[in-house]
């Protein structure tokens, strides 16, 4: 049987487990809106999130929220407005409360909870008939003949270049 893990330790999953099963922080991740480290980035999250509540004391469910946003904010450019925020931020504040009080059992038992829900959450939908018609056949593209091609045009002049580095910009005839 493994070791149990060290209070800071089970903190640290419990908020990790928050954070991931949140689906704007999903959505963010998954659509690359942290840019090409979002999932890195969502990583860093957790440990500042976790090292937030360390370093403050008797924190309010407003400053969590806001502390949260601004990260939302600054980190993925998201605006959390879906009114899950506050539930999130909720239960971090929670979490952080059963850690600080040695109520490590039911710390655990949300960690199990969330990562249940976590797991059904990731189920994806087969894919349907019309999925899979689609990637076998060779979609041809229809062109209208009478639209002018860009080779039947004339190509512009060389601009001429007034100051070495420099390039001119001509309005169009």
């Known amino acids: 049987m493994a070791a149990p893990a060290p209070p800071?330790?089970?903190?640290a999953e419990v908020v990790r487990?928050?954070?991931?099963?949140w689906p704007v922080l999903q959505i963010a991740v998954d659509n690359g809106f942290g840019g090409v480290y979002g999932q890195q980035k969502a990583d860093w999250m957790v440990d500042v999130v976790q090292q937030y509540f360390h370093d403050n004391a008797d924190l309010q469910q407003s400053e969590v929220e806001d502390f949260v946003a601004q990260l939302m904010d600054q980190e993925f450019d998201t605006v959390v407005d879906d009114g899950s925020?506050?539930?999130?931020?909720?239960?971090?504040?929670?979490?952080?409360?059963?850690?600080?009080?040695?109520?490590l059992q039911q710390l655990k038992h949300t960690l199990n909870t969330l990562t249940q829900k976590s797991q059904r959450a990731k189920v994806t939908a087969?894919?349907?008939q019309s999925d899979e018609?689609?990637?076998?056949?060779?979609?041809?593209?229809?062109?209208?003949?009478?639209a002018p091609s860009a080779s039947s045009t004339e190509p512009p002049p060389p601009p001429t270049d007034g100051e070495p580095g420099w390039t001119v910009v001509r309005k169009r005839k």
């Open 126 to 128: 087969p894919p349907t």
């Open 17 to 21: 487990a928050v954070l991931h099963s």
């Open 8 to 11: 800071h330790a089970l903190l």
């Open 133 to 146: 018609d689609s990637s076998d056949e060779t979609q041809v593209m229809e062109c209208d003949s009478s």
């Open 85 to 103: 925020l506050p539930q999130v931020c909720d239960s971090l504040i929670q979490a952080f409360s059963q850690w600080q009080q040695g109520a």
